[in-house]
């Protein structure tokens, strides 16, 4: 699945700053943006291939903090970091995240340096590199996606310190309370998407892990019948684009994304090539994260100048791959 959702990410994060392209509902729920889709879609033209991936692309995030949320208990809840003190969790994946997000976030401003001068550093930028950054009440999401280390550091922290080994109704109430949150914040307003660049978009998806990983085994989750797994992916991806439809829905959205995505994962492990590759993809997803904006900013103004979207999102995705292969060893963490 973290193939499947670094994909996601990559292609999502470079075809929504195209000009023309409507900008996806990831941390505002903006009607227009759904409208100006439907009306693409009602008079097709070349913008619409990348207005459907901003359409259902970005949610890539919400798979990552699935895995996140259902690795972490299988590790830790049964696996072999039963027993790791509170501190020594914290401080482990604080300082891995920490590396990844400070060598990325520094490759990215030496390159923004070199390649416009007139660029000015906010501090909130700098504090994203020590992962609170997402914090500041003038959060500052650029340069994105590196909100995201902020973001799942403080799941991590939620997690051992309130979640770790308690009763499945802690996990239940945190979703609760996270999504009425939210459901009483303005769909257009700053506090929703302050929420949401924080722990609360994370919540459900996280919690959802958590839960899959106590209550169901491998042999749950998987679908042995295409036919019965295609049918899965068509309900769910349904339910997915429906809830795009309304403020509320689109809250519990993350459940859709999530068995979508489910689906998808087991349809691929049925065809050896495509599991080989994703399987690929998952292990560099790390590197990915981290390099491809750098990438992009390099490239964006260059498509939207030309017009050749589709050649230069391939060129992005071929300088980005290639890149992430060179520096893996650079970003691999040391226990």
């Not at 998952?282 to 390099?298: C, D, K, Q």
Request: contains cysteine; positive net charge.
């Amino acid at each position: 699945m973290r193939g499947l959702a670094i994909l996601l990410i990559i292609t999502d994060n470079f075809t929504h700053l195209f000009d023309g392209v409507f900008m996806d509902n990831e941390f505002n729920f903006m009607w227009s943006s759904v409208e100006g889709v439907l009306n693409n879609l009602s008079h097709p033209d070349k913008l619409l291939p990348y207005n459907l991936l901003a359409f259902y692309c970005p949610y890539g995030v919400m798979l990552f903090t699935f895995i996140s949320g259902y690795c972490l208990t299988l590790k830790y809840e049964k696996g072999d970091g039963q027993g790791t003190s509170c501190k020594d969790f914290i401080v482990r994946h604080y300082n891995k995240l920490f590396s990844m997000q400070f060598k990325g976030l520094t490759i990215f401003l030496i390159v923004l340096l070199l390649f416009n001068h007139h660029i000015i550093v906010e501090y909130t930028t700098l504090l994203q590199a020590f992962l609170v950054g997402n914090l500041h009440p003038n959060a500052n999401i650029t340069p994105a996606p590196y909100w995201f280390f902020g973001m799942i550091m403080e799941m991590y922290v939620i997690y051992r310190l309130v979640i770790y080994r308690r009763n499945d109704g802690i996990a239940v109430a945190l979703i609760v309370i996270s999504l009425l949150a939210m459901a009483f914040a303005d769909p257009e307003g700053k506090l929703l998407k302050y929420l949401r660049i924080n722990c609360f978009m994370a919540i459900l998806p996280f919690c959802m892990g958590v839960l899959a990983a106590r209550h169901l085994n491998h042999k749950s989750l998987s679908v042995d019948k295409t036919v019965a797994c295609i049918g899965w992916f068509v309900l769910s991806f349904i339910l997915l684009t429906l809830s795009k439809f309304n403020f509320y829905s689109w809250l519990v959205m993350p459940v859709f994304v999530v068995t979508s995505a489910l689906a998808i994962v087991k349809l691929i492990a049925k065809v050896r090539l495509f599991d080989s590759i994703f399987s690929w993809l998952g292990a560099l997803s790390g590197v990915l994260f981290v390099v491809h904006p750098t990438v992009r900013l390099l490239l964006i103004p260059r498509a939207n100048e030309s017009g050749a979207f589709a050649i230069t999102l391939l060129v992005y995705l071929f300088i980005t791959f290639g890149l992430s292969i060179m520096l893996k060893p650079l970003f691999t963490h040391k226990q």
